[in-house]
């Protein structure tokens, strides 16, 4: 039995060796090939034999075979189970843990006893927002976590870096966006750091448009929603 033990575990290693081997072997002949390709962060197999993953930029999918010959940019789908398996994986990859978000880098709005939670990232010159917002008035007994996230245009740095600095943060969010009135000019010497991030954090998380709303229970809804959308979104889970 011990020497069928020390087999087995042999055989376990030599395979995590070839593995290794074979991943060594891929990035180094796609690295030597396509000196512009973007650093892989990971090398798996994927569920079609014979096909590697490749993740890229956090949560960008290639493929490949095992000597890295071909590069394939697209989706893997299973027909016998008619399921978009790169969707998927893209979707489980760029998943946001809620009490993971930087919260240093947003300012909260509460209404009423605030024990609902929200996150919400905007352009503060995104049309779709205002609408948003003004809507997002109706619903009480949130807490709404606001990410600047000024990808429009370079004027939406600026207005997000005077909203940022401005000494009530909610107050100059909410009179833009539902009333129109221009924050005033931020001081020369504030510094917004957090905007950058936010915008980064985007990048990674694949938040691609404004509003994009992240509720507590790690579901994402891209897009303008009416307030009752959001109230049954925040009636399905649990505080």
Request: glycine share 6%.
């Amino acid at each position: 039995m011990r020497f069928l033990t020390l087999a087995v575990a042999t055989a376990a290693t030599l395979a995590c060796l070839g593995a290794q081997a074979q991943e060594a072997a891929i990035r180094k002949n796609l690295a030597e090939r396509i000196p512009q390709m973007p650093k892989i962060d990971e090398v798996i197999k994927s569920p079609m034999p014979g096909l590697y993953e490749l993740r890229v930029g956090g949560s960008e999918i290639m493929y490949t075979d095992a000597d890295g010959n071909f590069l394939i940019q697209g989706n893997l789908i299973d027909t016998k189970l008619r399921r978009n398996l790169t969707e998927e994986r893209i979707e489980k990859l760029s998943a946001v843990n809620f009490d993971d978000l930087p919260s240093k880098d947003a300012f909260t709005i509460v209404r009423g006893n605030g024990k609902r939670k929200i996150a919400v990232f905007e352009d503060p010159n995104c049309g779709y927002c205002k609408r948003f917002e003004k809507d997002l008035q109706k619903v009480d007994n949130v807490t709404i976590s606001l990410y600047l996230f000024p990808i429009l245009s370079p004027d939406s740095t600026d207005k997000a870096r005077n909203i940022w600095c401005a000494k009530d943060k909610a107050k100059a969010w909410t009179d833009w966006m539902v009333r129109s009135q221009v924050p005033p000019a931020a001081a020369a010497n504030c510094d917004a750091p957090a905007l950058a991030r936010n915008v980064e954090f985007g990048k990674k998380y694949r938040i691609t448009g404004t509003p994009t709303l992240l509720f507590a229970d790690g579901s994402r809804i891209p897009g303008a929603i009416p307030a009752e959308q959001v109230e049954a979104q925040l009636a399905k889970i649990k505080n």
